[in-house]
């Protein structure tokens, strides 16, 4: 990813001064091998940080190529998505797309997703990343999945599963210096088992960024805040820095400020 001048709040509290959390590939891309974990709520969807960090791999000063697991929504509704927030067909180019919702062997109304058909799923994975990784020299290739709850309901509710598969994409970070970036919901899980995939998760993750409803209830110019937790040795002049600051979902974008700047 190219170390263009943050635009946002969330771009500052990635890529901070210098080129910050996805300047350290070394191929010269965007994540460095490292894990970016999005956690929302029902009531608070973060959905729009995925289609942010989605959009910045994309753009036209990035040379990013990313591979797409989806395990919410089709094709269609991201790519509406992205043009609406200005990405290009020639950017789109650079979108490898698995729609989870249509893989062979899956059926939802039976919740039937098996070890054998996330093994195989993983297989795909990998064979992109590697193909893109030694196809485009100098690339980065960024994975992302949408989302990992979803996963864990098709896995009837499967935690081990869930956690070798992500594990297994984990690894492709230190053999390809590539991202992955998931989408998980933390209010789902409601017993010790369950939280097990959660505490799981974030300690994979390098950078935490926590979508919640503001703690005083709604407000017509606020509709939630966020938390970006780096962990240490991510920025040159951060390490284990948190950054709060609060959103407004536009139709034209989101805006991000800080607390109390909003009257």
């Known amino acids: 990813m190219a170390n263009s001048a943050p635009s946002t709040l969330l771009d500052e509290a990635l890529y901070s001064k210098g080129g910050a959390f ?8 965007g994540g460095g091998g490292r894990m970016i974990l999005v956690e929302d709520c029902v009531e608070t969807s973060g959905a729009f940080v995925l289609h942010h960090l989605l959009k910045r791999s994309l753009s036209p000063s990035s040379s990013d190529v990313v ?37 062979e062997g899956l059926d939802r109304d039976q919740r039937g997703i098996s070890e054998e058909i996330l093994t195989a799923l993983y297989g795909k994975v990998q064979k992109q990343v590697e193909l893109n990784y030694q196809s485009r020299e100098g690339n980065h290739v960024t994975l ?8 864990e309901v098709d896995a009837n509710g499967s935690s ?3 956690l070798h598969f992500l594990h297994y994409c984990c690894t492709l970070t230190a053999q390809f210096g590539c991202s992955v970036i998931a989408l998980n919901h933390y209010d789902v899980y409601s017993n010790v088992d369950q939280l097990n995939l959660l505490i799981e998760l974030e300690y994979l993750a390098d950078v935490r960024i926590k979508v919640e409803p503001l703690a005083t209830g709604l407000a017509n110019d606020v509709h939630g805040q966020l938390t970006v937790s780096n962990k240490g ?19 034209s974008g989101v805006e991000y400020f800080y607390p109390g700047s909003k009257s």
């Open 67 to 103: 591979v797409f697991l989806s395990l919410a929504q089709h094709f269609s509704h991201y790519e509406r998505i992205l043009r609406k927030m200005g990405c290009a067909q020639r950017d789109l180019k650079r979108l490898v797309f698995i729609d989870i919702l249509n893989l």
């Open 160 to 162: 081990n599963l869930v």
């Open 233 to 251: 040795g991510l920025v040159e002049d951060g390490c284990g820095k948190v950054h709060n600051f609060q959103f407004r979902i536009k139709d």
């Open 22 to 29: 996805f300047s350290t590939s070394p191929r010269g891309g």
């Open 144 to 151: 992302i999945i949408d989302d990992v709850s979803l996963m």
